[in-house]
């Protein structure tokens, strides 16, 4: 729907609440994420899940029905008024340009492995893709004090894994001596791939029981034969961002142990050559547009 205003991982500092707001006040650092309302009645709503209610309503070009069906506007704005109730609160000591892609691509692999027991010291997880959201799923992982591997098709991000975000190994997935190796050696993967990829292969990584999550979009169906997760009771599951609890339950454990994206932060002016640069992977891992800074502004 035109016009577009884009922007879903926001943060930024309170200049105003309504009358009827007791959770924050002017002045309190906090962020917004990928939805700014759902219909709070559902059985999704009511469990938490809100992130999975029908009536989501998206931060960025959403179907705003409280207000007459409006196009909802985004983060690349000056100012953004949102519901308390899809509000978050960034705690003290977290940078804001790196805390603003926790919002969504923290969320979409912290939340996974909250749900499905990836959050265990000792536990070994495979972490697909070193990109926006594989980095960060490998800095949760070691912080949960998990041995994490990070699978990648080429070697060329082998030392960015392990030296410099410390992952404690690095899988070729093309390589079948490597691949062969680690047959049956890992609790749980994270696959955060949006291009097509075999994942058949993927799945000899898992021990029995083992859980793999799909937080990648490739636009073409995996495929997914039966024999791969059958002997082994394996399971696939997806997941769709987080909700506004597991975001704040996020923030808090990614303030305690000092989480934070990899960026480069830009001006609004230099949107444009940064669309470019997406499209050639040129980017470690994630751009943040200062907005306030792109107006001259101060707020």
């Known amino acids: 729907m035109y016009p577009v205003v884009p922007g879903h991982e926001i943060v930024g500092v309170v200049t105003g609440v309504g009358g009827g707001v007791t959770r924050f006040k002017a002045g309190d650092t906090v962020g917004v994420g990928y939805f700014v309302g759902s219909c709070r009645s559902c059985d999704s709503c009511g469990k938490g899940d809100d992130n999975y209610c029908a009536g989501i309503v998206l931060t960025s070009n959403g179907v705003d029905h409280a207000h007459g069906g409006a196009p909802t506007r985004g983060g690349f704005s000056d100012v953004l008024v949102a519901s308390e109730h899809y509000v978050v609160r960034v705690p003290d000591g977290l940078a804001l340009d790196r805390t603003a892609p926790l919002l969504c691509a923290g969320v979409t692999v912290y939340s996974p492995m909250m749900r499905h027991g990836l959050n265990e010291p000792g536990k070994h997880l495979g972490v697909v893709g070193l ?16 041995k994490v591997t990070v699978i990648s098709t080429s ?38 791939v949006s291009a097509w990829h075999p994942i058949t292969p993927l799945l000899a990584l898992l021990k029995p029981l083992g859980q793999m999550v799909v937080v990648g979009a490739p636009s073409k169906p995996l495929e997914l034969p039966a024999y791969a997760i059958v002997p082994g009771g394996k399971g696939v599951a997806g997941n769709n961002v987080g909700s506004v609890r597991d975001c704040q339950a996020m923030l808090e454990f990614a303030g305690k142990h ?23 992977n040129d980017v470690r891992y994630r751009f943040v547009i200062d907005v306030a800074g792109s107006l001259g502004s101060a707020a």
């Not at 079948?176 to 993967?189: F, L, P, S, V």
Request: proline letters at 0%.
């Open 131 to 146: 990109g926006g959201l594989g980095h960060v799923a490998v800095k949760f992982g070691k912080a949960f004090g998990m």
């Open 258 to 280: 000092g989480i934070g994206a990899e960026v480069e932060v830009i001006k609004m002016d230099y949107v444009n050559t940064a669309m470019e640069r997406l499209e050639k």
């Open 155 to 192: 070697a060329s991000k082998r030392q960015e894994a392990i030296e410099n975000l410390g992952a404690d190994e690095f899988l070729i997935s093309r390589d079948e001596d490597q691949m062969k190796a680690a047959t049956g050696t890992m609790d749980g993967i994270i696959d955060t």
